[in-house]
C-alpha cells in the first residue's frame, strides 16, 4: 500500500469491506503500539530508564506525528539563529541510510556540524568533541535517552493530529497528551487552513499544555535554483508551466505551495516518503513533463539533495528545485526568547 492510499485508508476516505477490516486490524494493532509507548514514556518520566546529561545545552525539534511537519526549515532556522550569536553549534539526526535531510541541512549551514548517527548520546559526545557549544536534537521528542534543555515541536496545521489515533490506525507516534511535556510548539504551514480551523487547532492545544509557547509560521518560497545553479526569481514562476514531483511526508503542501507562486501546475509524480530515485524514474518524469508541454520541473530540496547527481542535465525542460524558509507569523521573539534562556540555563526540564 503506497503513502496516499494508506493516508486515505485511516482517514477513512476508502469505503467498503476490505477498507472496514484493514481499518479494524490497524486499531487493534495500535492498542499494543500505544501499551509499549505509554510503558516507555512512564519509565523515562521515573527516571528508571537512564538519560544521560550532554556537555552543552541541547535543543530538541521534534513531532509527535509520522511526515513531514517541517522539521527541517525550523532546524536550519535555529542553527542561523544560533550562528547570529556567535554560538557554535551542531546538528544530531539519526540519518538512517538517507542523505536528503543531512544534506539539505549542511548546504543550507555550511558553519554548522552535522553528525549523523544513531546514537544519539554518541553523537552528542563528538559534537562536544569539535567545539559546539549548543546541541539540536533533529527528530528528537522520542528520543528520550538523551536530556535536553527545551523540547519544540513542530505541528503541521493541515493535519495537527495525525487523524486522532496511534500508528498504525492514525499517524500519532505517541498520545498527543505527550505534548504536556514540550516548552514549544511550531505551527507549520498555517496558510493553508482559514483561521477558525487555527484558531481551532490553538485552543486544542492550549488545552493539553497551557504554559507552552505555540508559534505560528508557514512555509516561504525564496527562489528556485536549477541544476545548472542558475536562481531563477519566484516572480518568474507566474504563468510558468509546471510539472512537479516529490518523495515526502505532506506532498499536498508542496503543490500548494507552487500553486501559490502563481506557476500553472501541469501535472505532477508523487512518491512515497524517503523514495529512492534512479535514472529510469526520472527519465520518466521529463516525458510526462515533455507530454504535457512543461517550462521546467520542480521538486523539493530534500528530494532534489537524493535525486540531483542522476538528473540530466542537458534537457529542454530544465530540473530545479523550489528553496523555502520558515517564516514566524506570530510569537517568534518569544521562541527566540525561549531558546536564550535555555542555553542559559534557566529552564526547569520536565521528565
Same mark, same amino acid.
Given at each position: 500500500?503506497n503513502?496516499r492510499?494508506?493516508?486515505?485508508?485511516?482517514?477513512?476516505?476508502?469505503v467498503?469491506?476490505?477498507?472496514?477490516?484493514l481499518?479494524?486490524s490497524m486499531?487493534?494493532a495500535a492498542?499494543?503500539?500505544?501499551?509499549v509507548?505509554r510503558l516507555?514514556?512512564f519509565?523515562?518520566?521515573k527516571?528508571?530508564?537512564?538519560?544521560?546529561?550532554?556537555?552543552?545545552?541541547?535543543?530538541?525539534i521534534?513531532n509527535?506525528?509520522?511526515?513531514?511537519?517541517?522539521k527541517?526549515?525550523?532546524?536550519i532556522?535555529?542553527?542561523?539563529?544560533?550562528q547570529q550569536?556567535?554560538?557554535?553549534?551542531?546538528?544530531?539526526?539519526?540519518?538512517y541510510?538517507?542523505i536528503?535531510?543531512p544534506?539539505v541541512?549542511a548546504?543550507?549551514?555550511?558553519q554548522?556540524?552535522?553528525?549523523?548517527?544513531?546514537d544519539?548520546?554518541?553523537a552528542?559526545g563528538q559534537?562536544?568533541?569539535?567545539?559546539?557549544?549548543?546541541?539540536i536534537?533533529d527528530d528528537g521528542?522520542?528520543?528520550? &535517552?538523551l536530556?535536553r534543555? !527545551?523540547? +519544540?515541536v513542530t505541528? @503541521?496545521?493541515?493535519?495537527?493530529?495525525?487523524y486522532? $489515533?496511534?500508528?498504525?490506525?492514525g499517524l500519532?507516534?505517541e498520545p498527543?497528551?505527550s505534548?504536556?511535556?514540550t516548552?514549544a510548539?511550531?505551527l507549520?504551514?498555517?496558510?493553508?487552513?482559514?483561521e477558525?480551523?487555527l484558531? &481551532?487547532?490553538?485552543e486544542? !492545544?492550549? +488545552?493539553?499544555n497551557? @504554559?507552552?509557547?505555540?508559534a505560528?509560521?508557514?512555509? $516561504?518560497?525564496?527562489?528556485?535554483?536549477?541544476i545548472?545553479?542558475?536562481?531563477?526569481?519566484l516572480?518568474?514562476?507566474?504563468?510558468k508551466?509546471?510539472?512537479?514531483f516529490?518523495g515526502?511526508?505532506?506532498p499536498?503542501?508542496?503543490?500548494?505551495?507552487i500553486k501559490?507562486?502563481g506557476?500553472?501546475?501541469?501535472?505532477?509524480?508523487?512518491?512515497d516518503?524517503?523514495?529512492?530515485?534512479?535514472?529510469?524514474c526520472l527519465?520518466?518524469?521529463y516525458?510526462?513533463?515533455?507530454?504535457?508541454?512543461?517550462?521546467?520541473?520542480l521538486?523539493?530540496?530534500?528530494?532534489?539533495a537524493?535525486?540531483?547527481?542522476?538528473m540530466?542535465?542537458?534537457?529542454?525542460?530544465?530540473f530545479?528545485?523550489l528553496?523555502?524558509?520558515?517564516k514566524?507569523?506570530?510569537?517568534e521573539?518569544?521562541?527566540?526568547?525561549?531558546?536564550?534562556d535555555a542555553?542559559?540555563?534557566k529552564i526547569?526540564?520536565k521528565y
Open positions: 500500500m503513502q492510499n494508506f493516508h486515505k485508508l485511516i482517514s477513512g476516505q476508502s467498503g469491506l476490505t477498507a472496514t477490516i481499518r479494524f486499531r487493534v492498542i499494543g503500539y500505544s501499551l509507548v516507555r514514556n519509565l523515562y518520566s527516571q528508571w530508564l537512564k538519560i544521560h546529561i550532554a556537555d552543552a545545552p541541547v535543543i530538541s521534534g509527535i506525528t509520522t511526515g513531514g511537519t517541517g527541517t526549515p525550523l532546524v532556522w535555529i542553527c542561523k539563529f544560533l550569536k556567535k554560538i557554535p553549534c551542531a546538528v544530531l539526526t539519526r540519518g541510510k538517507e536528503d535531510e544534506a541541512l548546504e543550507s549551514c555550511p554548522t556540524k552535522v553528525i549523523i548517527n544513531p544519539r548520546v554518541s552528542a559534537a562536544v568533541g569539535f567545539g559546539a557549544k549548543a546541541l536534537m521528542f522520542q528520543h528520550r &535517552r536530556h534543555d !527545551l523540547d +519544540i505541528i @503541521d496545521a493541515t493535519c495537527p493530529f495525525g486522532g $489515533k496511534l500508528l498504525p490506525a500519532l507516534r498527543v497528551g505534548l504536556k511535556r516548552d510548539v511550531v507549520t504551514r498555517c496558510d493553508q487552513i482559514s477558525s480551523e484558531s &481551532r487547532v490553538k486544542e !492545544l492550549q +488545552i493539553i497551557p @504554559d507552552m509557547i505555540i505560528k509560521s508557514i512555509h $516561504k518560497p525564496v527562489c528556485v535554483k536549477s545548472t545553479g542558475e536562481e531563477i526569481a516572480e518568474q514562476l507566474k504563468g508551466k509546471v510539472f512537479a516529490c515526502i511526508g505532506n499536498d503542501a508542496f503543490l500548494s505551495t501559490a507562486t506557476a500553472e501546475l501541469v501535472g505532477s509524480k508523487i512518491y516518503d524517503h523514495y529512492h530515485y534512479s535514472s529510469e527519465a520518466g518524469i516525458e510526462k513533463a515533455r507530454c504535457l508541454t512543461a517550462d521546467l520541473i521538486t523539493t530540496q530534500k528530494d532534489w537524493k535525486a540531483k547527481m542522476i540530466p542535465a542537458s534537457t529542454d525542460i530544465p530545479a528545485y528553496e523555502v524558509e520558515i514566524f507569523t506570530a510569537e521573539g518569544k521562541l527566540k526568547q525561549l531558546i536564550e542555553l542559559a540555563g526547569r526540564r
